[in-house]
T-cell receptor, first 115, second 111 residues
Framework: EPEVTQTPSHQVTQMGQEVILRCVPI?????FYWYRQILGQKVEFLVS????????KSEIFDDQFSVERPDGSNFTLKIRSTKLEDSAMYFC?????????????FGPGTRLTVT | RKEVEQDPGPFNVPEGATVAFNCTYS??????FFWYRQDCRKEPKLLMS???SGNEDGRFTAQLNRASQYISLLIRDSKLSDSATYLC????????????FGKGTHLIIQP
């Protein structure tokens, strides 16, 4: 069964450093998403991406964040200057259209620890 | 502001019992509704979409009440492996819409 993959599984970085989180969405899916989950809190939407551009973004997705699809398979989230409060699980998801709706499938996540 | 509310639990339920969760949402424009399951420190896994007419998948039944803006999940004949956090999620009808999640309901099935 096809699945979303993410690398690395765990990233430790120092405050102020740039990080790039990588995702390979399910191959025939057209919409891609990033979510984050701070420990003990709910899963929060960051951004959606379609046809090589951002479709929607939340208020969390400020100027320090960017997304890119550098080739036909990868989808990346860049955090330019990490803060302590960026420590969270970051989940990538992709969706297809099935039975009248878009169902989103999540990758295993990258645990980002900012020290 | 879009909100999805769930009883955090935990629900402690003996194996074989039936358990039900509810979830309420505030955005009346929501078009699509889902239940996800999340194990500790893992990704949300899609359990089922929720259709207006209600739908069943094995031991799981989901219902949607648009008038009252709530979604329910019923688990029959619960198994130890059903222990997890169950997340309710809603979104608009478009492919680009992000999911708005509740904080989840923690279910513990006891032998």
């Amino acid at each position: 069964e096809p699945e979303v993959t993410q690398t690395p599984s765990h990233q430790v970085t120092q405050m102020g450093q740039e990080v790039i989180l990588r995702c390979v969405p399910i191959s025939n899916h057209l919409y891609f998403y990033w979510y984050r989950q701070i420990l003990g809190q709910k899963v929060e939407f960051l951004v959606s991406f379609y046809n090589n551009e951002i479709s929607e973004k939340s208020e969390i997705f400020d100027d320090q964040f960017s997304v890119e699809r550098p080739d036909g398979s990868n989808f990346t989230l860049k955090i330019r200057s990490t803060k302590l409060e960026d420590s969270a699980m970051y989940f990538c998801a992709s969706s297809d259209y099935w039975a009248g709706r878009y169902e989103q499938y999540f990758g295993p996540g990258t645990r980002l620890t900012v020290t | 502001r879009k909100e999805v509310e769930q009883d955090p639990g935990p629900f402690n339920v003996p194996e074989g019992a039936t358990v039900a969760f509810n979830c309420t949402y505030s955005n009346s424009a929501s078009q699509s509704f889902f239940w996800y399951r999340q194990d500790c420190r893992k990704e949300p896994k899609l359990l089922m979409s929720v259709y207006s007419s209600g739908n069943e998948d094995g031991r799981f039944t989901a219902q949607l009440n648009r008038a009252s803006q709530y979604i329910s999940l019923l688990i029959r004949d619960s198994k130890l492996s059903d222990s997890a956090t169950y997340l309710c999620a809603v979104k608009g009808g478009g492919g680009a819409d992000g999911l708005t999640f509740g904080k989840g309901t923690h279910l513990i099935i006891q032998p």
